[in-house]
């Protein structure tokens, strides 16, 4: 975990490293050819004096913005590329403040100022891909100007302002254009981990799940055989078959992420389904001292499924909804029809709860929030339900218990 994060900071890093020095290219070559235009090439054509004014900070105004230089350099070089940016930022508009106050202050002049590098501020704040950075900028550059015309009482501030406002509106948009195209690729990246997990798995699972199922037959047969004709004498084959059957569910749940999935699809009737599992799970749920209690609104329709694989994805619920409660409780299964062609199954029970972290990575290969789980329960019951088309929710609180809601489509 930490290798990967150091890898990601190094890669953010580098990518900053780029962009600020795009950055400062393009900052360097519009302030200095618009200030070149403005004061030597525009009054050339004119027939004016050329040359930088004395008013205000004079020439000490490019010293100071090209002093700036090195100190950005100095940051790239020692690996804090993300604070360049903000040094550009603040130490240029806090000297062009100074620099209109001395000239404009109690003069009669109208104010007449500004350069086009402060519309780079805001435009390439998408390149940096920083909803932060965009807000400082923007209401950085639009608050100079109102400070300016508070300051100065003179309203020709409101031109850049509106046009500050313009540019703002535009990168808002190029900006969230940006986080959406990065969202997607990690939509898709994620999705094709995913899919990298689940061939490994089906690789694994194809490799062994054959030669452990055949000699696991032998063995429960010969501890069945044993318990059958010394049915006082041990205490212990009972725990041996018991143990025998949770690596062979184990098994089965290699064996079908495995194998093709093919859903079989017929009309399947939901309380019938439902009442298997439920008789299933009615031996451990005496165990743990747990109740089972349905609800089931109105005439349930019919629903094209897979029965077969339906019941093994709600016996994987309730082992988990009784196995969270080890001091016993109660299990609430509410089934309905929420709209139109859609059927909800909803399992609450008063279990320990699921941190919210852990809530985002239910389902994942391998994953579990038991000491002696696998996580490929979850796994098998999330494939199950996306193979039907239907959806597999969850929601809990520590402590209050959890709730998990299948959603199926009834397809009639």
């Known amino acids: ?228 004709r010394n049915p006082t004498t041990s205490e212990f084959y009972p725990i041996m078959i018991q143990e025998i059957d949770r690596i062979n569910i184990i098994v089965n749940d290699l064996m079908y992420l495995g194998k093709p999935n093919v859903v079989k699809l017929k009309k399947e009737n939901i309380e019938e389904i439902i009442a298997y599992t439920l008789s299933i799970s009615k031996h451990q749920a005496e165990q743990y001292g747990v109740i089972f209690e349905t609800f089931m609104e109105g005439p349930l329709p019919s629903i094209e499924c897979d029965g077969h694989q339906l019941k093994q994805v709600f016996i994987n619920l309730f082992k988990n909804a009784i196995e969270s409660m080890p001091e016993g409780g109660q299990i609430k299964i509410k089934i309905k029809v929420i709209e139109t062609g859609r059927m909800l199954i909803s399992i609450l029970d008063q279990g320990l709860g699921i941190a919210g972290e852990q809530l985002k990575s239910l389902g994942e290969p391998f994953y579990t929030t038991k000491t002696e789980g696998t996580g490929l329960g979850l796994m098998v019951c999330h494939q199950i339900i996306k193979d039907h088309l239907g959806q597999l929710n969850f929601e809990s609180k520590i402590g209050l218990g959890t709730k998990v809601d299948v959603i199926l489509p009834i397809r009639q």
């Open 1 to 228: 975990m930490k290798e990967d994060f150091r890898i990601t900071h190094t890669k953010l890093v580098t990518q900053e490293t780029k962009t600020t020095k795009l950055f400062l290219i393009l900052f360097y070559l519009l302030f200095l050819s618009f200030d070149a235009f403005y004061y030597f090439l525009y009054p050339l054509l004119k027939g004016k004096k050329q040359g930088i004014p004395n008013e205000g900070l004079g020439i000490w105004l490019y010293v100071i913005v090209i002093g700036l230089l090195p100190i950005g350099m100095y940051f790239l070089k020692n690996q804090k590329p993300f604070i360049v940016k903000y040094i550009y930022l603040f130490g240029y508009l806090g000297t062009d403040i100074i620099h209109n106050l001395i000239i404009y202050l109690n003069s009669e002049k109208p104010f007449q100022a500004g350069n086009i590098v402060e519309i780079l501020f805001v435009l390439f704040t998408p390149i940096f891909v920083n909803r932060k950075y965009f807000w400082i900028a923007s209401s950085t550059l639009i608050g100079k100007y109102i400070l300016l015309g508070i300051l100065l009482r003179d309203s020709h501030v409101l031109l850049p302002i509106l046009i500050f406002l313009v540019f703002t509106a535009i990168a808002f948009v190029i900006l969230n254009r940006f986080f959406s195209y990065i969202r997607s690729l990690t939509s898709i990246h994620e999705e094709f981990r995913q899919n990298e997990k689940l061939a490994v798995i089906g690789q694994m699972a194809t490799a062994i799940g054959h030669e452990i199922r055949n000699p696991l037959a032998s063995l429960r047969g010969f501890s069945q055989l044993q318990l059958e």
